[in-house]
C-alpha cells in the first residue's frame, strides 16, 4: 500500500465546508451597502479552515481583500496563487519584514513614524510605490497610533513619496457587548474618536478607505461600516453575539468528526479515564473515540459535553485524554467500532456548537475554532 492509499479520516478529522464560506459572505454583502468593501479576515490559517480553502471561498462570495495576522499567513497565500489586496494586521518589526512586504505586494499595518520612514526607504531603493495602511487606537489599547499622533502620521506618509495610503483604520474592542449596556457605549466612543480624525484629514485630497467594523461591528451598525468591514468569525458561520446566529442566516464552514475505536461493556461503578472523576451508575456500554485533548478538544469539557451519532446525543464521560475520550452509548447497542462521531458541527438535524462549549469552558467561538490542531487533517467536502 502506499502513501497516497492512507485515507485522511483514520481517527480524526476536521471537515471543511467551502460552499458554507461562500454562502456566508454573500449573505454579509447583502447586509452591506453596495459601495462598501467586504475584507475576508484569514488569519490563523483560516481560523483554522485553512486559509487558502477559506480566502478562494470568501473571493467567490464577494470578499474584495483578505487580512491576515502574519507575514508567513499572507507569503503562504501569495505563494498559492491569491492575487487579491491582503492587509497584514498585525505589526511587523523588521526590515527584512517590511522588504518582503514590498516584494511580495502586501500591505503592511503602520503603527508609527519609524515604521512609515524603514518602508520608505525601502521602496525608495527599489523606485516601487509601497501601498500600506495605519492604524490608529481608539481605545483596543493595542496596535496602533495613539490618537493625538494619528494626524501627524498621517500627513508624514503622504509626505514620503514613496508611500502610497490605501486605508487608515482601528479595531473595535467591545462590538459585540449587549446593547445599550455599558460596555457598548465604548464602541460609540471609539467610533466618535475615529471620526475626529477622520474630520481633521477631510481636506486630504486622495481617496483613502475607512474601516472600523469586524463581524460584531458589521451586525451591529450599518454607521460602524465606512468603506469596508473587516469580517472574520461571521464568514466561518457564527455570530459573535453570545448563544445565537439570530438575525443571519450563518452556515457552520466545519465539523469536527472522529471514528469510535473500541466498545466496552462494563459492569455498574466502574471509574472511567484518569482520575476516575465518572463512574457508572449501571452495567454500560462504553465507546472510546479516537480525539482527545491533543487534537483540540479542550479538557475542560470533561464530563460535560455531549457528542452526536446518526443525529442523536450521547454524553462524554470522565476525562478528556490527550489522544481519546470516552462515551455513553448504553442506550444504543448499535454503535461500533468504527461509527463515526460528530464532534463539532451538523449531524442531520442535530448540532453541537461551540456556543455550547463556551458556556461549559468559558472559551469564545474564536478561540475554539482556531483551536482544533494539526494532527486533525482538514477534509474540504
Ligand atoms: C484587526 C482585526 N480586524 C478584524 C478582525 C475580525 O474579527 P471577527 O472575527 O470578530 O470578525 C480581527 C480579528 O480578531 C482583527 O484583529
Given at each position: 500500500?502506499?502513501?497516497?492509499?492512507?485515507?485522511?479520516?483514520?481517527?480524526?478529522?476536521?471537515?471543511?465546508?467551502?460552499?458554507?464560506?461562500?454562502?456566508?459572505?454573500?449573505?454579509?454583502?447583502?447586509?452591506?451597502?453596495?459601495?462598501?468593501?467586504?475584507?475576508?479576515?484569514?488569519?490563523?490559517?483560516?481560523?483554522?479552515?485553512?486559509?487558502?480553502?477559506?480566502?478562494?471561498?470568501?473571493?467567490?462570495?464577494?470578499?474584495?481583500?483578505?487580512?491576515?495576522?502574519?507575514?508567513?499567513?499572507?507569503?503562504?497565500?501569495?505563494?498559492?496563487?491569491?492575487?487579491?489586496?491582503?492587509?497584514?494586521?498585525?505589526?511587523?518589526?523588521?526590515?527584512?519584514?517590511?522588504?518582503?512586504?514590498?516584494?511580495?505586494?502586501?500591505?503592511?499595518?503602520?503603527?508609527?513614524?519609524?515604521?512609515?520612514?524603514?518602508?520608505?526607504?525601502?521602496?525608495?531603493?527599489?523606485?516601487?510605490?509601497?501601498?500600506?495602511?495605519?492604524?490608529?487606537?481608539t481605545?483596543?489599547?493595542?496596535?496602533?497610533?495613539?490618537?493625538?499622533?494619528?494626524?501627524?502620521?498621517?500627513?508624514?506618509?503622504?509626505?514620503?513619496?514613496?508611500?502610497?495610503?490605501?486605508?487608515?483604520?482601528?479595531?473595535?474592542?467591545?462590538?459585540?457587548?449587549?446593547?445599550?449596556?455599558?460596555?457598548?457605549?465604548?464602541?460609540l466612543n471609539q467610533k466618535a474618536k475615529f471620526e475626529s480624525?477622520?474630520?481633521?484629514?477631510?481636506?486630504?485630497?486622495?481617496?483613502?478607505?475607512?474601516?472600523?467594523?469586524?463581524?460584531?461591528?458589521?451586525?451591529?451598525?450599518?454607521?460602524?461600516?465606512?468603506?469596508?468591514?473587516?469580517?472574520?468569525?461571521?464568514?466561518?458561520?457564527?455570530?459573535?453575539?453570545?448563544?445565537?446566529?439570530?438575525?443571519?442566516?450563518?452556515?457552520?464552514?466545519?465539523?469536527?468528526?472522529?471514528?469510535?475505536?473500541?466498545?466496552?461493556?462494563?459492569?455498574?461503578?466502574?471509574?472511567?479515564?484518569?482520575?476516575?472523576?465518572?463512574?457508572?451508575?449501571?452495567?454500560?456500554?462504553?465507546?472510546?473515540?479516537?480525539?482527545?485533548?491533543?487534537?483540540?478538544?479542550?479538557?475542560?469539557?470533561?464530563?460535560?459535553?455531549?457528542?452526536?451519532?446518526?443525529?442523536?446525543?450521547?454524553?462524554?464521560?470522565?476525562?478528556?485524554?490527550?489522544?481519546?475520550?470516552?462515551?455513553?452509548?448504553?442506550?444504543?447497542?448499535?454503535?461500533?467500532?468504527?461509527?463515526?462521531?460528530?464532534?463539532?458541527?451538523?449531524?442531520?438535524?442535530?448540532?453541537?456548537?461551540?456556543?455550547?462549549?463556551?458556556?461549559?469552558?468559558?472559551?469564545?467561538?474564536?478561540?475554539?475554532?482556531?483551536?482544533?490542531?494539526?494532527?486533525?487533517?482538514?477534509?474540504?467536502?
Amino acid at each position: 500500500m502506499t502513501l497516497e492509499n492512507i485515507d485522511f479520516r483514520q481517527r480524526a478529522w476536521v471537515e471543511v465546508f467551502p460552499k458554507a464560506i461562500k454562502s456566508n459572505t454573500e449573505v454579509i454583502r447583502n447586509l452591506i451597502s453596495n459601495n462598501c468593501l467586504l475584507m475576508a479576515v484569514v488569519k490563523a490559517d483560516g481560523y483554522g479552515h485553512g486559509s487558502v480553502t477559506v480566502s478562494q471561498a470568501a473571493l467567490e462570495g464577494g470578499a474584495s481583500s483578505l487580512g491576515v495576522a502574519t507575514l508567513q499567513e499572507a507569503l503562504d497565500l501569495r505563494k498559492s496563487g491569491i492575487a487579491c489586496p491582503i492587509l497584514i494586521l498585525g505589526n511587523l518589526v523588521t526590515r527584512e519584514d517590511f522588504n518582503f512586504c514590498l516584494d511580495w505586494d502586501l500591505m503592511p499595518t503602520l503603527s508609527d513614524s519609524r515604521e512609515a520612514l524603514l518602508c520608505q526607504k525601502l521602496a525608495e531603493s527599489k523606485n516601487k510605490s509601497f501601498d500600506v495602511h495605519i492604524k490608529i487606537d481608539t481605545g483596543m489599547t493595542r496596535l496602533g497610533c495613539d490618537l493625538d499622533a494619528a494626524t501627524g502620521l498621517i500627513a508624514l506618509v503622504d509626505q514620503l513619496k514613496n508611500l502610497s495610503l490605501q486605508g487608515i483604520y482601528s479595531h473595535l474592542a467591545l462590538a459585540d457587548a449587549e446593547l445599550d449596556s455599558c460596555a457598548d457605549i465604548e464602541t460609540l466612543n471609539q467610533k466618535a474618536k475615529f471620526e475626529s480624525v477622520l474630520l481633521d484629514i477631510k481636506g486630504r485630497k486622495k481617496k483613502i478607505c475607512r474601516h472600523l467594523a469586524n463581524s460584531a461591528g458589521t451586525f451591529r451598525d450599518k454607521s460602524l461600516h465606512f468603506d469596508m468591514v473587516r469580517v472574520g468569525l461571521a464568514l466561518y458561520g457564527y455570530s459573535p453575539f453570545a448563544n445565537s446566529n439570530k438575525d443571519c442566516i450563518l452556515q457552520p464552514a466545519l465539523a469536527v468528526r472522529a471514528k469510535v475505536t473500541l466498545v466496552r461493556d462494563v459492569p455498574s461503578q466502574t471509574g472511567v479515564s484518569y482520575g476516575h472523576s465518572f463512574k457508572t451508575q449501571r452495567p454500560s456500554r462504553l465507546a472510546v473515540v479516537g480525539i482527545g485533548y491533543a487534537d483540540g478538544i479542550s479538557r475542560a469539557l470533561s464530563g460535560a459535553m455531549k457528542v452526536l451519532i446518526d443525529g442523536k446525543t450521547y454524553p462524554q464521560v470522565g476525562s478528556i485524554t490527550m489522544d481519546q475520550l470516552v462515551i455513553d452509548i448504553t442506550e444504543n447497542p448499535g454503535i461500533r467500532v468504527g461509527s463515526i462521531v460528530t464532534v463539532l458541527g451538523e449531524d442531520g438535524n442535530s448540532s453541537i456548537t461551540p456556543y455550547q462549549w463556551t458556556e461549559i469552558t468559558g472559551s469564545i467561538p474564536w478561540e475554539i475554532l482556531c483551536g482544533f490542531k494539526y494532527r486533525l487533517p482538514r477534509v474540504v467536502i
